[in-house]
């Protein structure tokens, strides 16, 4: 019994084998970074995700169609406009003045199309009396060889000489008159409205008339005037920019995304983003279209090649416009051309996914408050 003691003594001074902390770090890790691939691999299929969106819209420049000095302006820099508002005014009066010469030469084209006209008339007038004559005269060189032939006495040689020198003439006065008509109906081309020079000078006076209206520069849209820097006395010039117009009818954004992203993406897709102007706000919109194609590396072909090197074992991955469509009522006063966008898209089928990226593009949106 003496001994019992002796052995629970060396069973008790045994060491405990314990479970080491750093494998447990080391499997939740492991795990850890295996969730990530495999999220980072669904989610760029499932729920594809870009920060390099960038507003976009139609800009313009307001050019006027005509040459003047600027002699009244209606706008300033970043002034919202409305469609047809009038921007700037050119000097009229040398356009009145040209619309005027212009009036002045339609009514004396009108003239002289009608002397014209009157030329034409009094030219068939005069070939109508030429073939009475040419018709009178034949019938008396007929009647003269008649007689000459039935009674040789009874007529001289005079009087059919007479008869055939009458004739001639009547010959000629028509081919003349014939052409005196002709030549007045070229000078007169077609008669009334539809005559070129009468149409000509319309059209002179129709042209006038624009360029008067030209001189009063209007919007094209509704929008707002960017880039703006004139001032009274400003001359401008015909297809020079006088101010940048940008256009709030249509904004969209256009999200830079990885080609990889695009394999589920279709037109219609749901998709959610952050602006940079409003932090912590998260905004709805559609996937517009999918780009087809991006300008590939631009080729020298009078140079030798230049390969380039490839940096990393993987190779940067191309990416492609995807244009998406805003809410412009939601987004009034906050769309800037130009602006960053953190987009992500829901292609639909794993909730688990979606639910994840609704809190990413949400912790992106809390983070412009740190940009």
Known sequence: MATEPVENQAEAETPVKKKSPVRKITRILML???????????????????????????????????????????????????????????????????????????????QQVGAQTATVKAAAGQLGVAKAQLDRSQRNYDRVQ???????????LADRDRAETSLSSSVEK?????????????????????????????????????DLQFTTVLAPATGAIESFNIDMGYYSQAGQPMAMFVSSTDYWIEAGLKENNLSRMTIGDEVEFSLD??????????????????????????ALPDPKEQKGWLRDPQRFPVIIDLNREELRGL????????????????FILEGIAKL????????????
């Open 32 to 110: 850890a970074i295996g969730l990530m691939f495999i999220w980072y691999v669904l989610s760029d299929r499932f729920t594809p995700y870009t920060d390099q969106g960038i507003i976009q819209g139609v800009s313009i420049p307001i050019y006027p169609r005509v040459s003047g000095y600027v002699t009244d302006i209606r706008v300033g820099l970043h002034a919202q406009v409305e469609e047809g508002d009038t921007l700037f005014q050119l000097d009229k009066r040398p356009f009145e003045l040209a619309v005027k010469q212009a009036e002045a030469n339609l009514e004396n084209t009108a």
């Open 146 to 156: 008649q007689v000459f032939k039935e009674n040789p006495g009874a007529l001289s």
């Open 174 to 210: 028509v081919t003349a008159a014939e052409a005196n008509l002709e030549k007045a109906q070229q000078q007169l081309g077609i008669s009334g409205d539809e005559n070129a020079q009468f149409r000509a000078a319309l059209v002179a006076l129709e042209k006038a008339q624009l």
């Open 360 to 371: 990413r593009i949400r912790g992106s949106a809390y983070l412009s408050y740190l940009r």
């Open 335 to 350: 769309i800037r051309l130009g602006g960053q966008a953190d987009v992500v898209v829901y292609t639909g089928g794993n």
């Open 277 to 302: 102007i409003a932090p912590g706000h998260v905004f709805k919109g559609t996937v517009r279209s999918i780009g087809y194609g991006v300008q590939p590396a631009e080729i020298n072909r009078g």
